[in-house]
């Protein structure tokens, strides 16, 4: 009862506060976001002693060493996230954009213009970074944010969420804007996805766990989930070009969504590929699970099962399969791909131009790696996520992505007849 | 068991036939719909006759006039809808479209190809048109459909079903692109609002009773339900231009949402305004409900009660609230309005302009009817909806808002550092 009528104030400032974010100039929201840089350095012991007490509580949970890694704040990452806002108040302001505008017959001029989404709910994992990156994304799009961070970096978030908070007061923006639900009860996640008269979008960053935990929600959601993304090597590929894009799109950073979890070489050019491949990726520690064709040519790997070929492994592990045909492969990923970022390697045209067509991926790459489905890398200036939704946003989501826009139409009295 | 069984072939079907319109080219659609087109005037004798059976059961059932002219055919009718096949066929593929393309600093090419959605299920109410509109709407665009109209419609939209899909094949696509609930069961609607992996969107077309049956859904759904839109005379108003805009936002269709339901008059011009507006409304068998200030100016309105405000009439009634300021009027919208189409009469620019900015409506219009809340009066030239979601579109649609996009990133073999 008591986190309902919290949770309920809450909402309530947070809408009100979107109201006053919608309207703010760009000039208002880069002083609040600057004030936010400089508190983050100021409060930097602070910052720190509440990470550490977060940090002592998740290990003796047991956490794995990834877990904490993400969980850990030092000097550096306190300064990497003051850099981080201060870069996202230098970008554009999205909202006011003229998207498009035109001229009707009966003089009638539309325009369509960029305007906030309203309050947007940001619930992630224990990283809190994504505490301020979430905050600041939202409110420079003129949105109020409701953030639900994990519950191992809880002492961590509230500090700050209250330099937020006080930032966007001395700033003169509403307080309220920057919400943080200073709980770590799965009970506020449950409240919080049926407010659809008080939350625009949810936009959830997590596992499994979270996705069953957000079933029946009827705020809309920006899922960004699952990542099972594919190299394909075609028969034609520059076998060279391909042995470093799946090295990279593997290992550079395998616990992120666009790391690769499947690899499919043409049979034409399994023989000649996989084995330097395969002595390659293991001398980098890299599991390999392979179909009995991949087997019989890298002997290390172990028997791949039906699963493998669906499984997120976040790991240092790679499933591969030789398959007979372009076609066999562009199947095998409609079956077992996630839609997120899958990639052919290829010197054919036509088959390059197939795979682009054909595969139903948020974003498709033609010789690269899948790594680079990342805000930052497409150029957005900026990440709010990787979106595995058709609707609204698909793929890396930047700035826009946290907009919607209206209609105004000018006339001289029109009316219709 | 029969209903669900029938529905799982249907949406496997529909699915199937998604990939292939997907991929299937402008020319291809185009020759499909002028085929739709050559059916519908070839069996007009049996399309009457279908429709002749439906409307007598819906007199028989006592269904309103209202209601039984929406569900009417007529040899008009008929070449009407086959008119409008043509139309669609006619307008640029939106398949395809590259929206933005751009090259990064490493080389990457990135470009943002416009595709469509995959398989959409509209739910309408009994209007046999719709069933053609959204047929080929979402065919042209690429989509598959899952149709599921009105049960009093039935007979006629099982004859318009089977000539579209009849007429898909004939132009070598799949036949099940286009998939007809044959059902008048509230049921289907159950099983097809939680079938996620098989429908990427519902676009409802109805009522309260609709949006019930529609809550729980796991599908996205792009809603247009309510209409409750604004015409606000400042005090700087042209009156007689504000009085042909309100005569034509109400009485020019008043059964649309698109019409108006509030009216918000300046105190500074109520007394000069609403009495001969009153009695050009009261002409035109308008019945006024007001509020103090109103009745006292106009003596043949009633008293309106705080419903008033909120209420959709969908019919010749208008609710009249003097103000005392613009801000009023903006709060007062805020609070009653559904945020779909209002309209501000005023020659003050800075009036003009906080309106626009401050109205959170999918269309804010300046001078000019609400009416004009339409995809052919945009300029789309198709409508497949009025949005009221401010997620993915908003407002009114044409054929982009059914589609989606994907990243295409070609590249020479770039990794990510």
Redesign the interface.
């Known amino acids: 009862m008591a986190l309902k009528s919290e949770l309920e104030t809450m909402l309530h400032g947070a809408r009100q506060a979107a109201?006053v974010l919608?309207?703010s100039r760009g000039k208002e929201k880069n002083a609040a976001l600057r004030l936010l840089a400089g508190a983050l350095r100021d409060a930097r012991d602070e910052i720190l002693a509440a990470n550490q007490g977060d940090y002592a509580r998740a290990l003796a949970r047991g956490r794995s060493a990834a877990f904490l890694d993400r969980l850990k704040l030092d000097r550096a990452r306190v300064e990497a996230m003051a850099l981080s806002v201060e870069q996202v108040a230098s970008l554009p302001d999205p909202v006011g954009e003229i998207i498009a505008g035109?001229r009707?017959p009966n003089g009638?001029e539309?325009t369509q213009i960029r305007?906030p989404?309203?309050v947007i709910a940001v619930i992630y994992e224990s990283r809190p970074n994504v505490t301020i990156d979430a905050a600041c994304l939202g409110i420079k799009a003129g949105n109020a944010v409701v953030l639900r961070g994990g519950s191992d970096a809880l002492e961590t978030n509230r500090v700050l969420a209250r330099l937020t908070a006080r930032s966007l007061a001395a700033g003169g923006l509403p307080a309220t804007a920057a919400a943080f639900v200073d709980n770590a009860d799965r009970a506020a996640i449950q409240v919080l996805k049926q407010r659809a008269d008080m939350i625009?979008?949810i936009i959830p960053r997590g596992g499994a766990e979270l996705k069953r935990a957000l079933?029946?929600a009827?705020v809309?959601i920006?899922p960004h989930f699952d990542g099972v993304c594919h190299v394909y090597v075609d028969r034609a590929a520059?076998l060279e070009?391909a042995q470093?894009?799946c090295?990279?799109?593997k290992c550079?950073r395998p616990a992120v969504c666009n790391a690769i979890e499947n690899l499919l070489v043409h049979n034409a050019v399994a023989a000649d590929f996989l084995g330097p491949l395969g002595e390659q990726l293991s001398a980098r520690g890299v599991e390999i699970r392979g179909c009995e064709r991949a087997r019989r040519i890298i002997p290390q790997a172990i028997a791949a099962t039906e699963q493998d070929w669906n499984a997120e492994y976040l790991d240092l592990i790679l499933a591969i399969k030789v398959v007979d045909s372009l076609d066999e492969a562009i199947a095998f990923i409609a079956r077992h791909g996630s839609g997120l970022a899958d990639a052919i390697i290829t010197g054919d045209l036509a088959a390059?131009g197939r795979f682009?067509?054909?595969v139903?991926?948020?974003?498709?790459?033609?010789?690269?790696?899948t790594?680079?489905t990342d805000g930052f890398?497409?150029?957005f200036g900026a990440e709010t996520g990787i979106s595995t939704?058709?609707?609204?946003a698909?793929?890396?989501m930047g700035l826009r992505e946290l907009t919607?826009?209206?209609?105004?139409?000018?006339?001289?009295?029109?009316?219709?007849?």
Chains 1, 2 share one sequence.
């Open positions: 109201r919608a309207r035109w009707r009638l539309i305007i989404i309203g625009d979008l079933e029946g009827t809309p920006l520059d070009m470093e894009v090295v990279n799109a550079s390059a682009a067509e054909e139903d991926s948020a974003a498709v790459y033609i010789n690269a790696s790594r680079f890398e497409f150029g939704n058709r609707l609204h698909r793929g890396p919607t826009y209206k209609y105004v139409v000018r006339g001289e009295g029109q009316v219709r007849i």
